[in-house]
């Protein structure tokens, strides 16, 4: 007798993908509604469907604004496409120049869910040892790297990334605790054009980013100089230089 789940299977899995590819393409959260009309599906079925992802991670529910948005775990897979080799390869020289301009370490992060992901480390020669080796994950609201990503991200998604105070994690006692203080040192990161952390992740240690953004003008990754706190420096002329390589990798990625 001939097995017809996968072609029972098949309309589901294809309108999932679909809603995700839809919402990926959003500036933020949108309404189930708007989903069912641009995709022509019922809504009975993406309230569905809605809920399946959600129970995966994929979506989150903003219930006060009943919209929907992507979850930590359609993060998680943008950030496995970009640990792969093209975004490493691209940024690898220009992380290595920016450490040489500057005499400082620099490095190459990566979003994936609250955590940033390094993927490229360049350490300066005579500078501090860091704890941002290859592969090691740090709470994004807590970093330079982490906050250039969220200050460029719709604040609707922000929300649903920290939408209480048991979603920031603590380091050294330093750094945002509640939605409100993030949003507020998010404010001020978008209206000096980068953002900068102080001992927020290891004591002694400043770091200053600026976000990487593909076509779409999503910030994909963020590349940051790290250096220690009694090391006196022009923050202006600072952010120009990690911000023309911020630019020159976005560039190569379009």
């Known amino acids: 007798m001939p097995d017809n789940t996968a072609h029972v299977q098949v309309p589901a899995a294809d309108q999932t993908l ?77 992380v290595a120049a920016l450490a040489d301009r500057t005499g400082e370490s620099a490095h190459l992060a990566v ?69 409100r203080e993030l949003r507020e040192l998010l404010r001020a990161t978008r209206r000096q054009g980068y953002a900068t952390e102080d001992g927020e992740v290891t004591l002694g240690l400043r770091s200053m980013g600026v976000a990487v953004s593909d076509h779409t003008a999503w910030p994909i990754a963020a590349i940051a100089v790290t250096y220690p706190d009694d090391t006196t420096k022009d923050t202006t002329e600072l952010a120009s230089i990690i911000g023309a390589s911020a630019d020159e990798l976005s560039r190569r990625i379009r």
Request: aromatic share 6%; glycine share 8%; net charge positive.
């Open 111 to 179: 979003m994936t869910g609250r955590d940033v992901l390094y993927i490229v480390e360049e350490r300066a020669p005579r500078r501090p040892a860091l704890i941002t080796d290859v592969g090691v994950r740090l709470p994004a609201h807590l970093t330079a790297t982490g906050r250039a990503m969220l200050a460029a991200l719709p604040r609707e998604q922000v929300r649903a990334l920290y939408p209480d105070t048991a979603s920031f994690a603590d380091r050294t006692g330093r750094g945002p605790r509640t939605p």
């Open 18 to 94: 679909r809603i995700l590819g839809l919402l990926a393409r959003q500036r933020g959260p949108v309404a189930a509604s708007m989903i069912a009309t641009q995709l022509e599906i019922a809504r009975s079925s993406v309230y569905h469907l809605l809920a399946t992802l959600e129970e995966h991670g994929f979506v989150v529910h903003i219930a006060s604004e009943r919209r929907w948005g992507l979850g930590t775990a359609a993060f998680e897979l943008a950030g496995g496409y970009t640990r792969q080799q093209p975004l490493a390869r691209l940024g690898r020289t220009l």
